[in-house]
């Protein structure tokens, strides 16, 4: 993952402008953090290993050939920050490190707790070299803790986390089995909260507080995220069942004429507008329907053959104008190569094509947040391994050349 990089290009000022991040981190769930912070101005050095740096650089697909080009992680995960290739595991790299540490004001790592202790970047030796730091770690199950607990420091891919939580047990067929649904939630939700929590710890620094340590773990996060079934289950110890909302319906994926649409019904004056709308108005006070969790006992017996017997004469959009047009919310169902989408997608700004260094171009997805009146950056294209070195140690350390060089000789550097 080489190619021409967007460095030495003018760079606009984001809110998070003058806040060093310096990153320790791997895979989806420690990149994407650091990233968003990246692009909301933040400067952030992602400290990577000589020899071979992030795992994801390397993960196939590419766009271009695996020598050239950059794989699916660089592109979604390594833009708007800096590539600085360190191997600290040396005492020279180590005392590069430190003096990293002594100018950030953020660290960040998704190692395992007792790896970034191996590793000398725990929160007690990061925070003894800059008591001003705020160190932010982003595990499978969180920093330890004074009571143990079921899990501790075991490895934590964001399947694991999703079948420890009840997200896998959401989308599980009638027969009982668990599918993942293939989009990484526990990875990126964890490393959202963990921004949250970045920010909310450089606002209490900047009000006085001593500096924070944050830790999330991205069991605790998708508990969260999980965190209805989770309480209707203490209130009458039920487990609900998967693939429908809890307390509604109709919600959720129906078949029409000609594919399926999306019903969200979510309460008693939708399910009346609903009926209205379908033309069952003897229906919306009906005793067995008038509430959303009775409805969810008959979604599969009652609600699900009814709505399809009214779409089986309508198309996805003639059913989806009906229901519009009486206040039920409904939408067909797109997928990415969907021209409506990525339309959208464009013009609200969370995704903007990139050129290539071959004058062809790519539709990259940003930051989501947008803020009234302040600035909006677009990254490029993502460094290579260690292509910021020698920019960020000037930079942050005024390291002379001369000692950029011998470091490199010896292979601290890249």
Known sequence: MSGASTTGEPRRRGLLDGIRVLSVDNYFAGNYGPQLLAMHGADVAKIEQPDGGDPLRTDAPYLGDAAGGYSHGELRLMRGKSSVALDFRQPAGRAVLRRLVERADVFWTNLRPAAALRAG?????????????????????????????????????????????????????????????????????????????????????????????????????????????????????????????????????????DGHIVIGVGGTVLWKRFCTAIGRDDLAEHPDLDSGVKRVKVERTVIRPLIEDWLSTRTVEQASRILLEHGVPASPILEVDSPVLREQALARGVAHEVPLPDGSRIALVDSPIRLPGGPELEVGLPSALGEDTDRVLRDWLAMPDAEIAALRRDGVLK
């Open 121 to 257: 970047i725990d929160p007690d030796t990061v925070q003894a070299i800059n008591p001003r730091l705020v160190y932010a770690s982003l595990s499978g199950f969180g920093l330890p803790a004074a009571q143990p607990t079921p899990f501790a420091d075991e490895p934590a891919f964001d399947i694991i986390i999703h079948a420890l939580t009840g997200l896998m047990t959401r989308n599980a067929d009638p027969d009982g089995t668990p599918h993942y649904n293939g989009v990484a939630v526990a990875d990126q939700v964890g490393s959202l909260f963990a921004v949250c929590g970045v920010l909310m710890a450089l606002l209490a620094r900047e009000r006085g507080a001593d500096a924070a340590r944050v830790d999330v773990a991205m069991f605790d996060s998708m508990i969260a995220l999980n965190e209805k079934t989770f309480t209707l289950f203490g209130m009458d110890r039920v487990v609900r069942p998967p693939r429908i909302s809890a307390t509604n319906s109709p919600f959720g994926a129906y078949r029409g004429r």
